[in-house]
């Protein structure tokens, strides 16, 4: 099993940390005191976090702590009360969710999102919207560049697909899959669209141990691969500080500690978020 390497993280100017590795170069992602508000209740406050070009990082916190609206605001399916999101330098202001896509951000869901009755290479296909190179007038008409593009999307579907020897399921319906293959798949329809970083809310909910420790394998294969960031939230241990490097932890909308997974574990505040309090005596 592939595990993190020991990776030394350093400070960058935005008062985040990434390996050394990508050090020097522009942080993927940079959420400066994000926040977001419903009714009155902050649901999201003051996050601040960066993430390196080539760097596996970690989300965590209890239930209910706000991981997955974190990552609704980072694409854009929630606009921020406040805050700034910049994606490789880009201010994610006024951007809409497909276009924060084509920025460079995909991602998975907590509740796997797949068309169903659509076929595995169909599912994939979709996630290649932002390569299409045809008209609509072409595609109607089935001109040469349509059949063209339709090859060069088919060998790519397939080949994201060998990512997880899932090539040969191709022409199988999504919704026949068992649900560690339907996993596998969301994440490789995120990956057609060529992302710079990839969010994975919970990858590992409801995979056995032997599918968690092929889940770790291929996120790290992944990350080497495409040469792209990765950040995760997970429920996980063993997942989380065996493969994540920079590690945030959430609770009640606010991040309580940053580090490497060997200080996240050390961390007294992060041992009571998930404990509970000692009480004295």
């Known amino acids: 099993m592939a595990t993190r ?19 020097g170069k522009m942080p993927v992602l940079v959420a400066a005191h994000l926040g977001i508000t419903f009714g009155g209740l902050k649901a999201v406050d003051d996050f601040n976090i960066s993430v390196g070009p080539t760097e596996i990082a970690g989300l965590i916190g209890p239930n209910g702590a706000g991981k997955t609206t974190v990552f609704n605001l980072l694409t854009k399916v929630y606009e921020p009360t406040h805050g700034t999101i910049l994606i ?26 797949l068309f169903n009755n659509l076929t595995v290479e ?10 299409i190179n045809y008209t609509t007038l072409e595609g109607v008409l089935r001109m040469p560049r349509y059949w063209k593009a339709e090859k060069e999307a088919h060998e790519r579907a397939l080949e994201l697909l060998s990512i997880f020897d899932m090539q040969d399921l191709a022409d199988y319906k999504a919704g026949n899959l068992p649900y560690g ?15 710079k970083l990839l969010l994975l809310d919970e990858p590992a909910a409801g995979m056995n141990p032997s599918e968690t ?8 294969k992944i990350r ?16 989380v500080m065996g493969i994540c490097e920079g590690i945030a932890v959430l609770n009640y909308g606010k991040i309580i500690a940053k580090g490497t997974a060997e200080e996240i574990q050390n961390n007294p505040a992060v041992i009571e978020a998930y404990l509970g309090k000692k009480k004295e005596g």
């Open 5 to 23: 390497l020991d990776t030394k993280m350093v400070p960058i100017p935005s008062a985040g940390i990434v390996p050394e590795r990508d050090s």
């Open 88 to 113: 490789n330098g880009r201010d994610t202001h006024n951007m809409s969710t497909v276009e924060v896509n084509k920025a460079g951000i995909a991602r998975t869901f907590q509740n796997i999102r």
């Open 122 to 131: 169909e599912n994939v296909k979709l996630g290649l919207h932002n390569s």
């Open 181 to 195: 293959a339907q996993r596998r798949l969301e994440i490789v329809r995120a990956l057609a669209t060529n992302p």
């Open 213 to 220: 420790s092929e889940l770790m394998d291929n996120i790290i």
């Open 224 to 239: 080497d691969t495409f040469q792209i960031a990765v950040l995760l939230i997970e429920h996980d241990m063993n997942l």
